[in-house]
């Protein structure tokens, strides 16, 4: 359960605020930073947590190659779970890694050309099938099969209850017979490599079960996991005995940062993924399954002051993708005692905040908050402060820095 007292989170603006000023207090906004002390002691949680099986870091929570990096150099962590070929392309002719397994299947014929086209970037660059139309697309883009394209089945990892399915609407993969269909459809044919097998139980490891304001529903989530958890074992062992007189698989990858420990439990998972329990949005703040340690955060200025209670930020509106709802808003969180007014909420040119430290800010001060998801913040900024201790340590480029688009 997170530890989020009012002392730490004041601690935290004091600390943030006097790294402001020591950079010379005149920063573009909204001013992100990540606190590496934070990104450290979580990426340590999870190799732990992994307790000894690699943790492929998922580069769609995190947007900043500076971070990737400092990741991939942490020991425990291997490979990169991307969400685009564009960004695996990227990747990989920068040297980040040489080893990305991309999670979404990809159309992009343009990008797909440039793969087909690297030996260099096929060797190192794993795509996403569950439709043989994903096959079809790669062979429309080349002349030949001289290079290899390596790829990887997404089964569907939802939980199948009275006909009813729940978790991520992924993949169509749910029976071992198709799974072994479609296997047989890669090695037969010219230039495909069938290396691995996704399993992503969403419904696990993106929801929290420890909401101290609803428990009731908490309770009801944890048996839902429970039961997943169950059918999914199972569904994985059958697929494996379904696959294993056909290929041998170099990864099957599993999991998320709030389900790494019940992953790995399961001798067929040979690898986690894990990105947002290394900068901890507010989505995963109550999970029974670790400590959260808020490492990212940003930063906009009051610019108005209409009443003694209301202090107004510029900005700040940078809610989160998924079903809307007030937890997709961002969180003030530094100072304490701020929140979001019902009427406007978080908006695009001003939130309006109110609460007890509302009334203590001034004309220019900064408010730290919070984002509900992880990478996503990164698409609303070209660079992140680094804070290590009390001061700024470096300023890098994130994805969009660097030009990259989804």
Do not use: C
């Not at 009731?216 to 429970?226: I, T």
């Amino acid at each position: 359960m997170p530890h989020h007292d009012d002392v730490a989170r004041n601690r935290l603006w004091t600390r943030l605020s006097g790294a402001v000023a020591a950079a010379g207090g005149d920063l573009p906004t909204p001013v992100a930073v990540v606190d590496l002390d934070a990104f450290d002691a979580n990426a340590a949680d999870l190799v732990r947590r992994a307790g000894g099986k690699p943790v492929r870091v998922a580069s769609k929570s995190i947007r900043v190659p500076a971070l990737l990096r400092r990741a991939l150099a942490t020991p425990g962590f291997a490979g990169v779970l991307g969400y685009t070929l564009r960004e695996a392309l990227w990747l990989e002719e920068q040297g980040v890694t040489d080893d990305v397994l991309v999670a979404y299947p990809t159309v992009d014929r343009a990008a797909l050309a440039r793969l087909v086209a690297s030996p260099s970037a096929a060797a190192h660059v794993t795509l996403m099938v569950d439709d043989v139309a994903h096959l079809d697309v790669v062979d429309s883009v080349r002349s030949s099969a001289a290079v290899p394209v390596r790829v990887a089945l997404e089964v569907d990892a939802g939980l199948r209850v009275r006909g009813q399915h729940v978790g991520p609407k992924r993949s169509p993969l749910h029976e071992p017979d198709r799974v072994a269909a479609l296997a047989r459809e890669v090695l037969g044919r010219p230039g495909f490599r069938l290396v691995g097998v996704m399993t992503y139980e969403g419904q696990v490891a993106g929801l929290p079960d420890a909401v101290p304001t609803q428990r009731a529903r908490s309770a009801v989530v944890r048996g839902l996991k429970a039961a997943s958890l169950s059918q999914l074992s199972q569904r994985r062992r059958a697929v494996a005995d379904a696959l294993r007189p056909l290929v041998d698989l170099e990864l099957w990858n599993g999991g998320g940062s709030g389900s790494i420990e019940t992953t790995v439990a399961d001798p067929v998972v040979t690898e986690v993924a894990a990105g947002s329990g290394l900068l901890v949005p507010t989505l995963f703040d109550h999970y029974r399954s670790f400590d959260a340690r808020p490492a990212a955060f940003f930063g906009v200025p009051v610019v108005r002051r209409p009443s003694p209670d209301v202090a107004t930020v510029h900005g700040g509106g940078f809610v989160a993708s998924g079903a809307a709802g007030p937890d997709r808003l961002p969180t003030p969180w530094a100072p304490a005692g701020l929140r979001l007014t019902s009427l406007e909420g978080a908006g695009e040119v001003q939130t309006p905040l109110t609460g007890p430290a509302a009334g203590r800010l001034a004309v220019g001060d900064l408010v730290w908050f919070r984002h509900a998801k992880s990478g996503e913040l990164f698409e609303h900024t070209d660079r992140v402060h680094l804070l290590q201790g009390e001061r700024f340590v470096e300023e890098v480029p994130t994805y969009r820095g660097h030009g990259l688009v989804s």
